[in-house]
């Protein structure tokens, strides 16, 4: 076996700002505490709230590494006390509130998952925030049942080419957002009934026509500000609106009228600051009804682009400038 070394290289924040700003550092291997499993990293995926806290705007919650990254999948190489499930060797996924930009993570085994049939590492790391993100707000808040109409803010992203999967699997007719032709062309593919270019055209108008006026029964919104007023009015009666960003801002002046008259749900979340316990029950629901369809190659993660670890900076470039379809994933 191996010896484990005390120091490894990890993507640090030199200053909040530019993607220039990660830049590689040593730093010793983190201890796996009590229930904590120590991955030895081989890929980490890159997600949004990984650019907020490299801009300064998402703190790391208490306790948690300053280390940016919130998924990695690699091979355990220390399991901690109380740990059962998992064993030195073994090969898996997780979630995890920091620290992922690194040759070495430690993650508690409730947010650790087996790796589905037949993935890559690169496929596993792109796995765990996205899902676990679309699962507790499409289906655990937003309630999405088959037969009912959803639409996607941001469908080329990470977040939505799994939503559009997972809803379009489950039953569901799916409309997406997207910034460009070609890109409505990618996400139709992934199973959307129709890619809207928010550029070219005013998705409250699309998706009245495409409903023969209802509207939607569910939207999934990180853009916010003006979109909010607008998402009101595409909804039907007893929609649900769910927040998960606020790209493009948090306040915006809104006539709640509407709301009442319709009878909708206004709700929320973010998955970081959220307990272990929290996120182990999200995980073992993603175990039940998702790691089949997985395995089964009936959804899969959307890769849009590998960089090295010690290219995070580059990485980020890349998704700053808004052009890719998918996860972008950093290999150890």
């Known amino acids: 076996m191996t010896s484990l070394p005390t120091e490894m290289t990890a993507i640090e924040i030199k200053e909040f700002g530019g993607p220039e700003n990660l830049v590689p550092t040593t730093r010793p291997v983190p201890e796996a505490?009590?229930?904590?499993?120590?991955?030895?990293?081989?890929?980490?995926?890159?997600?949004?709230?990984?650019?907020?806290?490299?801009?300064?705007?998402?703190?790391?919650?208490?306790?948690?590494?300053?280390?940016?990254?919130?998924?990695?999948?690699?091979?355990?190489?220390?399991?901690?006390a109380g740990v059962t499930k998992y064993k030195v060797g073994d090969k898996l996924c997780a979630l995890?509130?920091?620290?992922?930009?690194?040759?070495?993570?430690?993650?508690?085994?409730?947010?650790?998952?087996d790796i589905p049939n037949e993935f890559d590492m690169v496929k596993a790391a792109a796995i765990p925030e996205t899902y676990f993100t679309v699962w507790t707000n499409v289906f655990d808040r937003g309630r999405l049942k088959g037969g009912e109409t959803f639409l996607i803010h941001g469908g080329a992203s990470g977040i939505g080419t799994t939503a559009i999967q997972l809803a379009k699997a489950f039953g569901a007719r799916v409309f997406a957002?997207?910034?460009?032709?070609?890109?409505?062309?990618?996400?139709?593919?992934?199973?959307?009934?129709?890619?809207?270019?928010?550029?070219?055209?005013?998705?409250?108008?699309?998706?009245q026509?495409?409903?023969?006026?209802?509207?939607?029964?569910?939207?999934?919104?990180?853009?916010?500000?003006?979109?909010?007023?607008r998402n009101i009015t595409a909804l039907a009666v007893e929609g649900r609106l769910v927040y998960i960003a606020f790209l493009g801002g948090a306040k915006a002046e809104v006539n709640f009228a509407p709301v009442m008259m319709k009878r909708l749900t206004i709700t929320g979340s973010?998955?970081?600051?959220?307990?272990?316990?929290?996120?182990?029950?999200?995980g073992r629901s993603l175990e039940n009804k998702v790691w089949p369809l997985l395995s089964a190659g009936t959804v899969a993660p959307v890769i849009d682009s590998v960089f090295s670890l010690t290219d995070a900076s580059k990485a980020h470039a890349r998704i700053?400038?808004?052009?890719?379809?998918g996860k972008i994933v950093l290999k150890v």
């Open 33 to 80: 505490a009590h229930d904590e499993v120590l991955i030895r990293v081989e890929a980490a995926g890159v997600n949004r709230p990984d650019v907020l806290q490299r801009m300064g705007g998402y703190a790391p919650p208490p306790g948690a590494s300053d280390i940016p990254g919130l998924e990695v999948a690699g091979t355990v190489a220390v399991v901690g």
């Open 96 to 113: 995890v509130a920091g620290g992922g930009y690194a040759e070495y993570c430690v993650a508690p085994e409730a947010q650790c998952l």
């Open 177 to 207: 957002t997207a910034s460009t032709d070609e890109k409505c062309r990618e996400i139709e593919a992934l199973g959307a009934e129709r890619g809207i270019n928010y550029k070219s055209e005013d998705y409250v108008e699309v998706v």
């Open 209 to 229: 026509e495409l409903t023969d006026g209802r509207g939607v029964d569910l939207i999934l919104d990180m853009v916010g500000g003006d979109y909010i007023q």
């Open 270 to 282: 973010t998955l970081r600051p959220q307990s272990v316990q929290a996120k182990s029950e999200i």
């Open 320 to 325: 700053d400038d808004s052009s890719h379809i």
